[in-house]
């Protein structure tokens, strides 16, 4: 294989349509005789139906029909949950229309269906629903006594409680006896608030029964997966059902669900025998699109006086929301390997209980349980550095694995293959100017300057890949994490790569055809990627957990050389050699020895044709492969933050960011730069800006982009990003992953940074996002405490809630930061 | 579900003229259609893309006489007469990129691709007005606008080649 494409930063190909407005999103796609749906929706976090009149809408102009709950109740089914954590995991059913029962504010309780989507718009107004309200639990301290519950029959909010302990699985100590044990032990309760994924692309789904099959397009991740789920959920036969990923407008894991809005447009759609379309409105979306986070983690860390770390314990409060979505229960589970993250602890204990409250279903966002590990482990970093007077970089430097360790088996059952946290720190710190930016934070700090600069440190490991289909069945996830591909020559050469990842904005298309041009020989434009339609690519499991390269490229690398092997037959036969004797090296097979040879393209038209072909071979180079990796891949990386805070106002200022990952060979550095860049905002922004906000009766405050602030360019700075390289060795294009890293490593450096520059203040906790009015009333607190206050529990609810003249006078409670 | 027999009444439409991207286009329209949709729906350019609805994340971004304008707040009935450009109308007449479109995927300016007409007909306007911004200026021209993806970064590094591929092409 001559390498020419893989490392260099192709342009991409599927730009050219982004850029002109040639898209096909979901609601583009307009249908003869289509129908548009709109939906009622609870405006009540918990309450039970007692009636709903829809007189009124189905006589409305346009109307073509009315669902309640009612109407579908036989059909419709149990939203699916793929990920039952335990075997006695309690879960409500979660019906697509709420036939009686509704959970948290924004649930679908009916929807009209009309000719246009303005005529549906105008009729729910007209449907008339009489709710009683029950009391709501939104809490999770609370949701853990079970005084109020999120769903009465359920008896309990407590979905399901995992444990890991280190010395139960035989890789460490027991964490108790360790931590007693420890001269220094840190307690510490961090809280994770609640995330909306917020993709740019509203959800948009469009089903058109007409036909023997039922194609449903949809801004989905996972089209595979839906197709499956639907076919379960509604008793349909699975090869009735035809799903279409078009062009999907990001995803961050909200997209990688199945919803009740698909269902019901699929129900919709066979009730009236006329293709439905169904777009949310931004506000539906940030309601009733499922949340991300959402946890309270109290650890306990154990130190000795050297700043050792001796062991952790976790213990963790999970949101689930008003009910379990597709990976609901699995994603603060994803975090429980993490937690130890690069560090080597002789003792370490995972508890996760998993409860139930009146708020939108959660479920996987960016990062999905690795980001909460990483931050509560980084954080913890930096408070035992401070404790210890010690330097955080020198403090993970005494306790992380090195390089000449890998491969590592972690307390947590995981084999690290590879990693140098040595190289990418010193890179990060040369980049930074760790140095010379610590003595001006330490000179701006004895001076007493208003404005108060601190060092934020993250550095952070995490698995991804997902996934080896056994680890994902010892975990009890219902399906596995291979990944398929097909490569194809076509009669003229070109060749056809289908892949059964569902890329909404990563680039495979671009990056597939980088692998496939130097695996095989032929020119970049001459490939073609398919994906995201079940009829074009019949096998896969979509994208997500930054899977698609390391599962999914190498199921293409895997199709690609058996290609090869096929045309090495045919190229042996028709040059009259043995296969052993034919060399294959940029797309043409010749004779060892001898300047007689075939290009690829010869050989695809002769096996085309089929004229002169050996006995018994099938006439087809078309190969399949399906890749199961052996283990996850563990892209990892030092993160540095200088953050100034205005001590008079609140107000942080992200002055410079440095970044060095490694996530092992590269194919397009373009694409993983601004995967990097995009990962590093979502983190920054769950630090200081982003918050679903509920009020006490469980409605979403931040119910639109006005007050649910996704950042903007203004907001930021720009960063310095760089690699280094230590090649995954356990899949063969020495890849690890890159979509989440920005996201998983960014929280806690900024976190951290904030609370560098004003430790000395007497602030030992912001719970995020760290506003500018939350950093100020923590400077007040701390300034009346003094210095050496307490072991800091952060305020529980939202603290911007009891604010006083602020939210008095009718202003949203996150409305400080515009 | 109950099936709806009575005759739907028909809104009162009304009668306007736009020219998009320099053609014509006469549209009946009821007073409350948003241009956003009568340029999705009614005229079928879906290249404008609707984020919000409700003003804040600039996806679906025009330009009316030449002037950015979110489309989802602007009645289509207090658009008649005006000049509308999308996202379409940014290409050369011979079919090739504009510079804003050349310098976002010369940059890798965009990822999923949806908030990506608001912000190219965005900085259309805003070099227009000015053609050689600083990397700050860069940053605010496009401070408006929401993208989930980038990260901002290549954005920004798309105005800076905009202004570069506008200043090649029309020399001083």
Same mark, same amino acid.
């Given at each position: 294989?001559?390498?020419?494409?893989?490392?260099?930063?192709?342009?991409?190909?599927?730009?050219?349509?982004?850029?002109?407005?040639?898209?096909?999103?979901?609601?583009?796609?307009?249908?003869?005789?289509?129908?548009?749906?709109?939906?009622?929706?609870?405006?009540?976090?918990?309450?039970?139906?007692?009636?709903?009149?829809?007189?009124?809408?189905?006589?409305?102009?346009?109307?073509?029909?009315?669902?309640?709950?009612?109407?579908?109740?036989?059909?419709?089914?149990?939203?699916?949950?793929?990920?039952?954590?335990?075997?006695?995991?309690?879960?409500?059913?979660?019906?697509?229309?709420?036939?009686?029962?509704?959970?948290?504010?924004?649930?679908?309780?009916?929807?009209?269906?009309?000719?246009?989507?303005?005529?549906?718009?105008?009729?729910?107004?007209?449907?008339?629903?009489?709710?009683?309200?029950?009391?709501?639990?939104?809490?999770?301290?609370?949701?853990?006594?079970?005084?109020?519950?999120?769903?009465?029959?359920?008896?309990?909010?407590?979905?399901?409680?995992?444990?890991?302990?280190?010395?139960?699985?035989?890789?460490?100590?027991?964490?108790?006896?360790?931590?007693?044990?420890?001269?220094?032990?840190?307690?510490?309760?961090?809280?994770?608030?609640?995330?909306?994924?917020?993709?740019?692309?509203?959800?948009?789904?469009?089903?058109?029964?007409?036909?023997?099959?039922?194609?449903?397009?949809?801004?989905?991740?996972?089209?595979?997966?839906?197709?499956?789920?639907?076919?379960?959920?509604?008793?349909?036969?699975?090869?009735?059902?035809?799903?279409?990923?078009?062009?999907?407008?990001?995803?961050?894991?909200?997209?990688?669900?199945?919803?009740?809005?698909?269902?019901?447009?699929?129900?919709?759609?066979?009730?009236?025998?006329?293709?439905?379309?169904?777009?949310?409105?931004?506000?539906?979306?940030?309601?009733?699109?499922?949340?991300?986070?959402?946890?309270?983690?109290?650890?306990?860390?154990?130190?000795?006086?050297?700043?050792?770390?001796?062991?952790?314990?976790?213990?963790?409060?999970?949101?689930?929301?008003?009910?379990?979505?597709?990976?609901?229960?699995?994603?603060?589970?994803?975090?429980?390997?993490?937690?130890?993250?690069?560090?080597?602890?002789?003792?370490?204990?995972?508890?996760?209980?998993?409860?139930?409250?009146?708020?939108?279903?959660?479920?996987?966002?960016?990062?999905?349980?690795?980001?909460?590990?990483?931050?509560?482990?980084?954080?913890?970093?930096?408070?035992?550095?401070?404790?210890?007077?010690?330097?955080?970089?020198?403090?993970?430097?005494?306790?992380?694995?090195?390089?000449?360790?890998?491969?590592?088996?972690?307390?947590?059952?995981?084999?690290?293959?590879?990693?140098?946290?040595?190289?990418?720190?010193?890179?990060?710190?040369?980049?930074?100017?760790?140095?010379?930016?610590?003595?001006?934070?330490?000179?701006?700090?004895?001076?007493?300057?208003?404005?108060?600069?601190?060092?934020?440190?993250?550095?952070?490991?995490?698995?991804?890949?997902?996934?080896?289909?056994?680890?994902?069945?010892?975990?009890?996830?219902?399906?596995?994490?291979?990944?398929?591909?097909?490569?194809?020559?076509?009669?003229?050469?070109?060749?056809?790569?289908?892949?059964?990842?569902?890329?909404?904005?990563?680039?495979?298309?671009?990056?597939?055809?980088?692998?496939?041009?130097?695996?095989?020989?032929?020119? #970049?434009?001459?490939?073609?990627?398919?994906?995201?339609?079940?009829?074009?690519?019949?096998?896969?499991?979509?994208?997500?957990?930054?899977?698609?390269?390391?599962?999914?490229?190498?199921?293409?690398?895997?199709?690609?050389?058996?290609?090869?092997?096929?045309?090495?037959?045919?190229?042996?036969?028709?040059?009259?050699?043995?296969?052993?004797?034919?060399?294959?090296?940029?797309?043409?097979?010749?004779?060892?020895?001898?300047?007689?040879?075939?290009?690829?393209?010869?050989?695809?038209?002769?096996?085309?044709?089929?004229?002169?072909?050996?006995?018994?071979?099938?006439?087809?180079?078309?190969?399949?492969?399906?890749?199961?990796?052996?283990?996850?891949?563990?892209?990892?990386?030092?993160?540095?933050?200088?953050?100034?805070?205005?001590?008079?106002?609140?107000?942080?200022?992200?002055?410079?960011?440095?970044?060095?990952?490694?996530?092992?060979?590269?194919?397009?550095?373009?694409?993983?730069?601004?995967?990097?860049?995009?990962?590093?905002?979502?983190?920054?922004?769950?630090?200081?800006?982003?918050?679903?906000?509920?009020?006490?009766?469980?409605?979403?405050?931040?119910?639109?982009?006005?007050?649910?602030?996704?950042?903007?360019?203004?907001?930021?700075?720009?960063?310095?990003?760089?690699?280094?390289?230590?090649?995954?060795?356990?899949?063969?294009?020495?890849?690890?992953?890159?979509?989440?890293?920005?996201?998983?490593?960014?929280?806690?450096?900024?976190?951290?940074?904030?609370?560098?520059?004003?430790?000395?203040?007497?602030?030992?906790?912001?719970?995020?996002?760290?506003?500018?009015?939350?950093?100020?009333?923590?400077?007040?607190?701390?300034?009346?405490?003094?210095?050496?206050?307490?072991?800091?529990?952060?305020?529980?609810?939202?603290?911007?809630?009891?604010?006083?003249?602020?939210?008095?006078?009718?202003?949203?409670?996150?409305?400080?930061?515009? | 579900?109950?099936?709806?027999?009575?005759?739907?009444?028909?809104?009162?439409?009304?009668?306007?003229?736009?020219?998009?991207?320099?053609?014509?286009?006469?549209?009946?329209?009821?007073?409350?259609?948003?241009?956003?949709?009568?340029?999705?729906?009614?005229?079928?350019?879906?290249?404008?893309?609707?984020?919000?609805?409700?003003?804040?994340?600039?996806?679906?971004?025009?330009?009316?006489?030449?002037?950015?304008?979110?489309?989802?707040?602007?009645?289509?009935?207090?658009?008649?007469?005006?000049?509308?450009?999308?996202?379409?109308?940014?290409?050369?007449?011979?079919?090739?990129?504009?510079?804003?479109?050349?310098? #976002?995927?010369?940059?890798?300016?965009?990822?999923?691709?949806?908030?990506?007409?608001?912000?190219?007909?965005?900085?259309?306007?805003?070099?227009?007005?000015?053609?050689?911004?600083?990397?700050?200026?860069?940053?605010?021209?496009?401070?408006?606008?929401?993208?989930?993806?980038?990260?901002?970064?290549?954005?920004?590094?798309?105005?800076?080649?905009?202004?570069?591929?506008?200043?090649?092409?029309?020399?001083?």
């Amino acid at each position: 294989m001559t390498v020419t494409e893989i490392g260099s930063p192709r342009r991409r190909k599927e730009d050219q349509r982004l850029i002109t407005g040639r898209t096909r999103y979901t609601d583009n796609i307009v249908l003869p005789g289509m129908l548009h749906l709109a939906m009622v929706r609870s405006p009540f976090a918990h309450a039970t139906i007692t009636a709903i009149d829809t007189h009124d809408a189905t006589s409305s102009p346009g109307v073509v029909a009315v669902l309640t709950g009612r109407d579908v109740a036989d059909e419709q089914g149990s939203l699916p949950c793929a990920w039952p954590i335990t075997p006695d995991q309690k879960a409500p059913p979660h019906p697509a229309i709420a036939v009686d029962h509704v959970a948290f504010a924004g649930e679908v309780v009916a929807c009209v269906i009309a000719r246009s989507a303005a005529e549906a718009r105008d009729a729910i107004e007209l449907i008339d629903i009489d709710y009683d309200e029950l009391p709501v639990v939104l809490d999770l301290e609370e949701a853990l006594t079970d005084a109020t519950l999120a769903h009465p029959d359920l008896g309990t909010n407590k979905s399901a409680t995992w444990v890991f302990d280190s010395a139960e699985a035989g890789t460490g100590d027991d964490v108790a006896q360790v931590l007693a044990a420890s001269e220094l032990v840190l307690e510490r309760t961090y809280l994770q608030q609640r995330l909306i994924p917020a993709f740019m692309e509203p959800r948009s789904t469009v089903v058109d029964p007409t036909g023997e099959q039922i194609t449903m397009w949809s801004a989905t991740q996972v089209p595979h997966l839906l197709r499956l789920m639907l076919a379960l959920t509604l008793s349909i036969p699975e090869g009735k059902v035809r799903v279409v990923a078009p062009d999907v407008g990001g995803g961050f894991g909200g997209k990688l669900q199945v919803t009740p809005e698909e269902v019901i447009t699929m129900l919709a759609a066979r009730r009236t025998g006329k293709p439905c379309k169904y777009t949310e409105t931004r506000s539906e979306s940030l309601m009733a699109a499922h949340h991300g986070r959402g946890q309270v983690q109290r650890l306990k860390l154990g130190a000795t006086r050297e700043g050792i770390v001796t062991g952790l314990s976790v213990d963790l409060l999970a949101d689930m929301g008003a009910y379990l979505g597709l990976v609901t229960p699995g994603v603060p589970i994803l975090g429980a390997f993490m937690y130890n993250s690069i560090y080597k602890f002789a003792a370490y204990r995972f508890s996760c209980t998993n409860l139930f409250t009146n708020k939108a279903w959660t479920d996987a966002y960016r990062g999905a349980g690795r980001p909460e590990a990483t931050f509560a482990i980084e954080r913890l970093m930096d408070d035992l550095a401070h404790e210890l007077d010690m330097d955080p970089v020198e403090l993970r430097r005494k306790n992380w694995i090195k390089h000449e360790e890998f491969p590592f088996s972690t307390i947590a059952c995981l084999e690290y293959d590879s990693g140098n946290y040595e190289a990418a720190t010193d890179r990060a710190l040369e980049l930074f100017g760790y140095d010379d930016l610590c003595a001006e934070r330490d000179r701006r700090r004895a001076a007493g300057d208003r404005v108060q600069l601190g060092i934020g440190v993250s550095t952070f490991t995490e698995m991804c890949g997902l996934a080896p289909s056994r680890v994902l069945g010892a975990l009890s996830y219902a399906a596995g994490g291979w990944e398929h591909a097909q490569v194809r020559v076509l009669p003229t050469g070109a060749v056809e790569v289908v892949t059964g990842v569902s890329g909404h904005g990563q680039g495979h298309e671009t990056a597939w055809s980088q692998i496939v041009a130097d695996r095989l020989g032929v020119p #970049f434009d001459s490939i073609e990627v398919l994906h995201g339609d079940t009829q074009t690519s019949q096998k896969g499991l979509d994208t997500y957990g930054s899977r698609s390269l390391v599962v999914g490229g190498m199921a293409v690398v895997a199709a690609a050389d058996k290609v090869i092997e096929k045309a090495r037959t045919v190229a042996a036969h028709l040059l009259e050699a043995s296969t052993d004797d034919i060399e294959f090296a940029e797309g043409r097979f010749s004779v060892r020895g001898t300047d007689q040879g075939l290009a690829l393209g010869e050989i695809a038209f002769a096996t085309f044709s089929a004229h002169n072909l050996p006995d018994g071979f099938e006439p087809s180079l078309d190969s399949d492969a399906t890749f199961d990796p052996e283990n996850f891949s563990f892209p990892h990386g030092t993160h540095l933050a200088a953050m100034e805070v205005d001590t008079e106002t609140g107000e942080v200022t992200l002055r410079k960011y440095v970044c060095v990952d490694d996530i092992g060979n590269v194919i397009n550095p373009m694409i993983v730069d601004g995967q990097v860049h995009g990962g590093l905002v979502q983190g920054i922004a769950q630090a200081l800006f982003e918050e679903a906000v509920h009020d006490e009766s469980g409605t979403l405050v931040s119910g639109s982009f006005v007050d649910y602030l996704v950042p903007s360019a203004a907001d930021l700075p720009s960063f310095t990003t760089d690699r280094t390289v230590t090649p995954s060795t356990t899949n063969a294009l020495g890849v690890k992953g890159v979509g989440e890293a920005g996201t998983i490593a960014s929280t806690p450096a900024i976190v951290n940074g904030v609370l560098d520059a004003i430790r000395h203040l007497g602030v030992q906790d912001i719970a995020m996002p760290c506003s500018p009015h939350r950093v100020w009333k923590a400077l007040q607190d701390g300034a009346s405490k003094g210095l050496g206050a307490e072991e800091p529990v952060p305020d529980r609810v939202a603290p911007e809630q009891d604010a006083g003249p602020m939210n008095s006078s009718g202003n949203l409670p996150t409305g400080d930061f515009q | 579900m109950t099936e709806q027999t009575t005759e739907a009444v028909a809104e009162e439409l009304h009668d306007v003229r736009l020219t998009v991207n320099g053609a014509s286009y006469d549209v009946r329209v009821p007073a409350r259609r948003l241009l956003s949709d009568a340029l999705r729906h009614d005229i079928g350019l879906t290249g404008t893309h609707v984020g919000c609805e409700h003003g804040v994340c600039g996806a679906c971004t025009i330009l009316l006489d030449g002037a950015p304008t979110r489309s989802c707040l602007l009645l289509t009935v207090s658009a008649d007469g005006r000049e509308v450009t999308t996202v379409e109308g940014l290409t050369e007449r011979d079919g090739s990129l504009g510079p804003v479109q050349q310098a #976002f995927k010369d940059c890798h300016g965009l990822q999923c691709g949806f908030c990506t007409p608001g912000f190219l007909t965005t900085i259309t306007a805003g070099l227009r007005d000015n053609p050689d911004p600083s990397e700050a200026e860069a940053r605010d021209m496009i401070g408006g606008n929401l993208c989930r993806c980038t990260g901002y970064a290549n954005i920004v590094a798309a105005v800076l080649r905009a202004a570069e591929l506008g200043a090649e092409a029309e020399p001083a």
